[in-house]
């Protein structure tokens, strides 16, 4: 028997309703997600249509953000429409409940990749790199070399590149290369692919947007430490039906009004309380 291990999980959770200000809201909302049957993104739109057999089919569009004026270590430079999920095994959710919410659902990692879904890279920000800072190899840019390698958190080696300097940096001559920036819809790469329109469709879609930042100084709990998240990411929405789910994450206090509300849910059900 091959051995498992504890640090993943054959699913992967999302939760609802961080931003919403009480349990109540955030019930009603994850009732309404299963009833629907679409895990949508947050700028995403869609529209459910139907095919010449008669059968619903959701039509999914994707839209993305992108701001010139900020950092790609910002996290904010490429801002897709995506859904987030974390590949966390359900007995250690408690510090990822905290932070977001006690009501979630989850899918097999085996349906999501299906769905396009993702493992993101994380990069600690103020890593130190081998890559010379190119302002260094002047005496008179020293203070303001210095002043940079504080700023960023460089450990001392300011003559040197933090990975997020050098990201930046790599990302801004990509972009210059590709000789475009995002458009709203990713656009549709034919056979045989042009060099220029694949690698702007892979830096601004597959690469960029699955790239996060993190300060690797701070406490697991803290609100920004995303490492301990071990995110998964789908651009546009999910769509599912009710077979499809994992587990649904509920506190025990809503877990019989789920099921009167669900009846036809018949799957698992965890409790968040914690």
Not at 65 to 82: G, M
Not at 86 to 93: E, H, K, Q, R, S
Not at 105 to 127: E, H, W
Not at 202 to 221: C, I
Request: glycine share 4%; hydrophobic share 40%; net charge negative.
């Amino acid at each position: 028997m091959a051995q498992e291990q504890r640090y993943v999980s054959n699913e992967l959770t999302h939760f609802v309703g961080r931003s919403l200000q009480n349990d109540e809201s955030r019930y009603l909302l994850l009732i309404a997600i299963l009833r629907v049957g679409l895990l949508a993104a947050p700028g995403s739109s869609h529209a459910t249509t139907s095919n010449e057999a008669g059968r619903a089919q959701t039509e999914i569009k994707y839209s993305i953000t992108y701001h010139h004026n900020r950092p790609l270590s910002s996290n904010e430079r490429y801002q897709p429409s995506v859904m987030c999920f974390a590949d966390i095994p359900v007995n250690d959710l408690g510090l990822h409940i905290r932070k977001y919410s006690g009501f979630g659902i989850s899918f097999s990692k085996r349906f999501l990749v299906s769905r396009g879904a993702s493992p993101i890279m994380y990069v600690a920000d103020c890593s130190a790199t081998h890559v010379r800072n190119p302002l260094a190899n002047n005496p008179e840019n020293f203070d303001a070399v210095r002043q940079l390698a504080t700023a960023h958190r460089n450990s001392g080696h300011w003559e040197n590149f933090t990975r997020a300097e050098l990201f930046d940096a790599a990302e801004k001559q990509a972009e210059v290369f590709s000789g475009t920036f995002p458009t709203a819809q990713p656009p549709e790469v034919q056979m045989p692919w042009v060099g220029r329109e694949i690698l702007h469709t892979f830096l601004a879609w597959y690469l960029f947007p699955y790239v996060k930042f993190f300060n690797p100084y701070l406490a697991d709990d803290d609100p920004v430490n995303f490492y301990m998240e071990r995110e998964w990411r789908v651009v546009g929405a999910v769509p599912f039906c009710l077979a499809d789910i994992e587990r649904l994450l509920v506190p025990k206090e809503f877990a019989s009004r789920l099921r009167t509300d669900l009846p036809e849910y018949s799957g698992q059900m965890t409790f968040t309380d914690l």
